[in-house]
């Protein structure tokens, strides 16, 4: 008895002014990035040999999570040589093919700068920060951010805990976490004035303080993942190659590659060594094939000629998620605790988004957390904001994948502008990206370090660092703009679904943009069935030099721009779906009275 009370009984005590639970990316990211704002952090984990070794989902960085890596986690040469990515890549209509032919809809961005921007930067190294996206070997990368924690003043690294309990100070007291070794010999507890959950979709506060917000609709999905060896640059022939109009050759396959199914979609994520990141996510309510979801990941797989080099003997790790998505009702509790990563909400690996909106948020929290430790002030206001504005965007996210799992992505009007509407989220995005950018290059993520203009960008990005809070909607609360992108989508969807059903086909088209071509032809779409090939993607234009960005303005005008440019566009856009299919169903309409006749 004596022997069990022991080994339960707390055997040290840590005092920190945050207490970082979980050490994966999000986790580590977060312990660097407090302890860089001069508040004492400890981070508690204990990850097994496999979850060290696990090559885990979120292989494909964008410029939020770039960002934040690079400069906060100061591993910008490990992510050069990492996998770079060309950008991003969708196809719709690949079932059954061995290429991507005139009978496929593509929707594509490359995002690779031209040399010119590149040689007006002021620094080379915001290029990176800001635009050079990698797709990285998470357990590598994970290796080398904990060496980073290990090494950084002011963390406490303890990694031979699991958390067993966590109690709520009292007022203004301490939080007091309690831990022990997975086999239970050592103990402690950790007293701290902010606890940040990081423990993935273990989620120990959001169970704990009842977090869930609940998604009252039909709409959830599966995951099933694999990582695969011998993966070499001679299985990608030219069926991979897009030809631009100007004789541009871009590689799909050098992209975060998407294609869509009814009901599914798949990644194809290349990455260093000859490694290659696959995975089948599809809507639990209509799975597209029966078994569980290993036996699915492969029934669809199998319908890819264009995929027959994937096999069995060189997976590396297969992983699945039967039920992926959730969301929590709060990012920041004025109660001082915090849940970010899928410790707070995921909805689905499309686009990227978790470790990117991840970042996002733990660079709120750490001005959060920051003001009440050094200033003694807990700024309600703001933690208000973030949760609002935070949810806001998820819900943003799930709009964009909820309409493509229905059988509207078969329409290729619907696949361009639904995709468009994306975009248009994405690229209004873009001067706070930049901002962001600006200011992690200048205070490498130090408040210390500011003098007054990077104090402004970082009291700027306090009401602006979201996507739903981005101009030209900046100024329209947060809830209200994500049920009109909701809206948005709904609309796109049900009138594809109207076309669909009633045998009103559009011809498959395509449409690539690249970083200085940044807008599909739209205007073509009316005269799609006359063009030689449905294509809407454009030469691109010399650039007048006042768009060129130097990287150290404050309002460089492309990006300040850019979202109200997209809207309009999309927006136009939309005004010709809808005009259209009103017309369609007149017409269709008239011929039924005449018919009656």
Same mark, same amino acid.
């Given at each position: 008895?004596?022997?069990?009370?022991?080994?339960?009984?707390?055997?040290?005590?840590?005092?920190?002014?945050?207490?970082?639970?979980?050490?994966?990316?999000?986790?580590?990211?977060?312990?660097?990035?407090?302890?860089?704002?001069?508040?004492?952090?400890?981070?508690?984990?204990?990850?097994?040999?496999?979850?060290?070794?696990?090559?885990?989902?979120?292989?494909?960085?964008?410029?939020?999570?770039?960002?934040?890596?690079?400069?906060?986690?100061?591993?910008?040469?490990? @992510?050069?040589?990492?996998?770079?990515?060309?950008?991003?890549?969708?196809?719709?209509?690949?079932?059954?093919?061995?290429?991507?032919?005139?009978?496929? $809809?593509?929707?594509?961005?490359?995002?690779?700068?031209?040399?010119?921007?590149?040689?007006?930067?002021?620094?080379?190294?915001?290029?990176?920060?800001?635009?050079?996206?990698?797709?990285?070997?998470?357990?590598?990368?994970?290796?080398?951010?904990?060496?980073?924690?290990?090494?950084?003043?002011?963390?406490?690294?303890?990694?031979?805990?699991? *958390?067993?309990?966590?109690?709520?100070?009292? !007022?203004?007291?301490?939080?007091?976490?309690?831990?022990?070794?997975?086999?239970?010999?050592?103990?402690?507890?950790?007293?701290?004035?902010?606890?940040?959950?990081?423990?993935?979709?273990?989620?120990?506060?959001?169970?704990?303080?009842?977090?869930?917000?609940?998604?009252?609709?039909?709409?959830?999905?599966?995951?099933?993942?694999?990582?695969?060896?011998?993966?070499?640059?001679?299985?990608?022939?030219?069926?991979?190659?897009?030809?631009?109009?100007?004789?541009?050759?871009?590689?799909?396959?050098?992209?975060?590659?998407?294609?869509? !199914?009814?009901?599914?979609?798949?990644?194809?994520?290349?990455?260093?060594?000859?490694?290659?990141?696959?995975?089948?996510?599809?809507?639990?309510?209509?799975? %597209?094939?029966?078994?569980?979801?290993?036996?699915?990941?492969?029934?669809?797989?199998?319908?890819?000629?264009?995929?027959?080099? @994937?096999?069995?003997?060189?997976?590396?790790?297969?992983?699945?998620?039967?039920? *992926?998505?959730?969301?929590?009702?709060?990012?920041?509790?004025?109660?001082?605790?915090?849940?970010?990563?899928?410790?707070? $909400?995921?909805?689905?690996?499309? #686009?990227?988004?978790?470790?990117?909106?991840?970042?996002?948020?733990?660079?709120?929290?750490?001005?959060?957390?920051?003001?009440?430790?050094?200033?003694?002030?807990?700024?309600?206001?703001?933690?208000?904001?973030?949760?609002?504005?935070?949810?806001?965007?998820?819900?943003?996210?799930?709009?964009?994948?909820? $309409?493509?799992?229905?059988?509207?992505?078969?329409?290729?009007?619907?696949?361009?502008?639904?995709?468009?509407?994306? @975009?248009?989220?994405?690229?209004?995005?873009?001067?706070?990206?930049?901002?962001?950018?600006?200011?992690?290059?200048?205070? =490498?993520?130090?408040?210390?370090?500011?003098?007054?203009?990077?104090?402004? @960008?970082?009291?700027?990005?306090?009401?602006?660092?979201?996507?739903?809070?981005?101009?030209?909607?900046?100024?329209?609360?947060?809830?209200?703009?994500?049920?009109?992108?909701?809206?948005?989508?709904?609309?796109?969807?049900?009138?594809?679904?109207?076309?669909?059903?009633?045998?009103?086909?559009?011809?498959?088209?395509?449409?690539?943009?690249?970083? #200085?071509?940044?807008?599909?032809?739209?205007?073509?779409?009316?005269?799609?069935?006359?063009?030689?090939?449905?294509?809407?993607?454009?030469?691109?234009?010399?650039?007048?030099?006042?768009?060129?960005?130097?990287?150290? =303005?404050?309002?460089? %005008?492309?990006?300040?721009?850019?979202?109200?440019?997209?809207?309009?566009?999309?927006?136009?856009?939309?005004?010709?779906?809808?005009?259209?299919?009103?017309?369609?169903?007149?017409?269709?309409?008239?011929?039924?009275?005449?018919?009656?006749?």
């Amino acid at each position: 008895m004596a022997a069990q009370r022991k080994a339960t009984e707390p055997q040290e005590r840590i005092r920190a002014d945050v207490c970082v639970i979980g050490s994966g990316v999000v986790g580590l990211i977060n312990t660097i990035a407090m302890a860089k704002r001069g508040l004492s952090v400890v981070c508690v984990d204990q990850p097994s040999e496999k979850q060290l070794a696990s090559y885990k989902v979120g292989e494909s960085l964008l410029i939020y999570s770039n960002a934040f890596l690079r400069v906060l986690g100061e591993i910008d040469d490990e @992510l050069n040589n990492s996998f770079q990515k060309d950008g991003f890549w969708m196809a719709y209509g690949m079932e059954g093919r061995t290429s991507f032919d005139d009978s496929v $809809s593509e929707w594509g961005f490359e995002s690779e700068l031209p040399q010119r921007w590149i040689d007006n930067y002021y620094d080379p190294k915001f290029a990176r920060v800001m635009f050079q996206d990698s797709q990285i070997v998470r357990p590598e990368i994970e290796a080398v951010l904990r060496e980073r924690a290990r090494t950084t003043e002011g963390v406490t690294f303890l990694d031979r805990g699991l *958390v067993r309990d966590v109690e709520l100070g009292a !007022g203004d007291g301490d939080h007091l976490l309690t831990w022990s070794s997975r086999d239970r010999s050592e103990s402690g507890e950790i007293a701290a004035r902010w606890m940040v959950d990081c423990s993935g979709r273990a989620r120990f506060l959001a169970k704990k303080f009842g977090h869930d917000k609940p998604l009252r609709d039909e709409f959830s999905t599966t995951a099933a993942w694999a990582q695969f060896a011998n993966c070499t640059d001679d299985l990608f022939d030219d069926r991979w190659e897009y030809h631009f109009p100007d004789g541009v050759v871009a590689r799909r396959e050098r992209n975060t590659l998407h294609l869509w !199914g009814d009901n599914y979609w798949i990644w194809i994520i290349r990455l260093a060594g000859d490694r290659v990141s696959v995975g089948v996510t599809y809507h639990r309510g209509r799975p %597209p094939e029966d078994g569980n979801a290993r036996d699915v990941f492969w029934k669809i797989l199998r319908r890819y000629p264009v995929l027959d080099w @994937l096999h069995e003997d060189d997976v590396l790790e297969f992983s699945a998620y039967k039920d *992926v998505q959730h969301i929590t009702d709060t990012f920041v509790s004025d109660r001082r605790y915090a849940m970010v990563g899928d410790a707070s $909400s995921i909805i689905d690996a499309y #686009y990227s988004q978790g470790i990117s909106l991840s970042m996002v948020g733990s660079w709120h929290i750490a001005n959060i957390a920051q003001s009440d430790v050094q200033d003694s002030r807990l700024d309600t206001g703001y933690i208000d904001h973030v949760n609002n504005s935070l949810t806001a965007d998820w819900r943003i996210m799930r709009s964009m994948v909820h $309409s493509k799992y229905s059988p509207a992505i078969a329409d290729s009007r619907f696949f361009i502008l639904d995709h468009l509407l994306d @975009l248009t989220i994405f690229g209004a995005a873009m001067l706070g990206r930049f901002r962001a950018t600006r200011w992690l290059i200048e205070t =490498e993520g130090r408040t210390s370090a500011e003098q007054d203009e990077q104090r402004h @960008l970082r009291e700027g990005l306090g009401r602006r660092l979201y996507l739903s809070q981005s101009a030209p909607w900046h100024k329209i609360d947060p809830q209200r703009v994500a049920t009109i992108v909701e809206n948005w989508h709904r609309g796109l969807e049900e009138r594809a679904v109207w076309r669909l059903e009633n045998g009103e086909q559009l011809p498959a088209t395509k449409a690539a943009m690249r970083a #200085y071509a940044a807008l599909p032809g739209l205007w073509r779409l009316p005269y799609l069935d006359r063009l030689p090939k449905a294509d809407l993607t454009l030469r691109p234009r010399d650039e007048p030099e006042f768009t060129y960005v130097k990287g150290n =303005e404050y309002r460089p %005008p492309l990006m300040a721009v850019s979202g109200t440019l997209l809207l309009a566009l999309v927006g136009a856009g939309t005004a010709y779906d809808i005009a259209d299919t009103r017309i369609r169903k007149m017409r269709r309409t008239w011929r039924g009275l005449r018919g009656r006749r």
